[in-house]
């Protein structure tokens, strides 16, 4: 369903066939005897809306309806994209020794899980985001565990919302097949079939502090616990341009090669406009909007301004993962870099098609708008540093 408000005419109309507030069978100008009879839309009257309270009202032909309603909770403390950071099950709450398992980056294992997203809206609508691929196991109708196309109902294709109840400490995720972490953990059991699926599934929230979620979920003979990260709210989500780029023998050192940011006149001003975009979903992308600075080992007669080489043009879709912890900045997908795409951990390129499908960067520095990282390509430290665009 989709709603609209208009303030002016003090009405709020909900289009959807079987959308309502209050009760089902109050629509415009009638009250419903049969479900086959509901409209695609109803209109309500608001004749008060203040903070977190709102009073509706509906004409049902012999009488009218009124309808107040109180918003549940403030959903600013989990608005945004959150990544699953850890995973673990065992006997009792907090007790993971049957199984557990950390997010080690794009090529660690499950990373087809623990690249999926888990988006809380700020209207309370909640939705998994997996892509193209994630976790499935054998309980979802595949031969064996392993990455594949998710398996309805958990494949983030029905309509979800989600209700933080700070006092109670629970978080509710109402619509069939919304889940955080494992989609077989529900309330009181594990699934053995997706049709089982419930309709809602409540957890327990351990924690809740800045971008970091906790929670747990008793699925009867046992208990399971996920760790999830905010990553739309981290310091890294925006874009970018490249401010300093410098290369030498040693970390921090760059007497071998330097060149700073001296605007669109300076000395390759095509390569300083490059943007590097860190998505709040969690994408990563190269755009440099049809030239940038290119080298000899790209396949050019000299070094100079040209349209960009495969596969450092953007043109594949990357991700990213930071580790705050190990101070670390990962882009994973072919051709994604940072400042000079030969700069790859071990090695400086020479032939584009050698470009590996992730680079990991060391993050110096991350402040408010700027960020350095460095990489040590071998026989010699690149540094590169980024201001917010």
């Not at 032909?61 to 990544?83: H, I, M, S, T």
């Not at 971008?211 to 399971?224: D, I, M, Y």
């Not at 989500?237 to 023998?249: D, H, Y």
């Not at 301004?305 to 990962?330: E, F, N, Q, R």
Request: glycine share 16%.
């Amino acid at each position: 369903g989709a709603w609209s408000y208009d303030g002016a005419a003090g009405t709020l109309a909900l289009n959807g066939l079987g959308s309502f507030l209050g009760v089902p069978k109050a629509v415009n100008g009638a009250e419903l005897t049969d479900p086959a009879d509901a409209p695609g839309s109803v209109t309500y009257d608001v004749v008060e809306l203040i903070g977190d309270s709102m009073t509706i009202r509906i004409n049902v032909g012999g009488g009218w309806w009124e309808f107040q309603l109180e918003r549940v909770a403030d959903n600013a403390q989990l608005k945004g994209n959150w990544k699953l950071d850890f995973a673990g099950v065992g006997p009792a709450e907090g007790d993971t020794q049957w199984f557990e398992i950390s997010d080690t980056g794009p090529d660690g294992p499950r990373a087809c899980w623990f690249d999926d997203l888990y988006q809380f809206g700020a209207g309370g609508s909640f939705s998994n985001v997996q892509g193209d691929e994630t976790w499935l196991e054998g309980w979802q109708g595949v031969a064996e565990d392993g990455c594949g196309v998710p398996v309805a109902p958990h494949d983030g294709s029905s309509d979800a919302i989600f209700e933080y109840d700070e006092d109670a400490g629970t978080l509710k995720l109402t619509g069939l097949g919304a889940f955080l972490g494992v989609p077989k953990a529900v309330n009181g059991a594990e699934l053995a079939d997706p049709a089982a699926a419930p309709e809602s599934v409540t957890y327990n929230v351990v924690e809740l502090i800045d971008n970091s979620l906790t929670v747990r979920v008793n699925v009867g003979g046992g208990w399971w616990e996920f760790r999830l990260t905010r990553i739309s709210n981290l310091p890294v989500v925006g874009n970018w341009k490249l401010a300093f780029a410098g290369v030498g023998p040693a970390e921090g050192d760059t007497q071998w090669f330097e060149i700073s940011d001296t605007g669109p006149d300076g000395p390759r001003a095509c390569w300083f406009d490059d943007v590097y975009h860190v998505g709040a979903d969690g994408s990563f992308r190269n755009y440099q909007q049809g030239e940038t600075w290119l080298e000899g080992w790209q396949g050019v007669a000299e070094d100079g301004c040209g349209a960009p080489v495969a596969p450092h043009d953007g043109s594949s879709a990357g991700a990213w993962s930071y580790d705050g912890a190990a101070g670390t900045l990962a882009l994973n997908g072919l051709g994604s870099f940072l400042g000079v795409p030969k700069a790859v951990n071990g090695a400086e390129l020479t032939d584009p098609a050698d470009a590996p499908e992730s680079v990991t960067y060391d993050v110096v520095e991350l402040i408010e708008g700027s960020i350095t990282v460095r990489i040590n390509v071998g026989g010699g430290w690149w540094e590169f540093e980024l201001a917010k665009d």
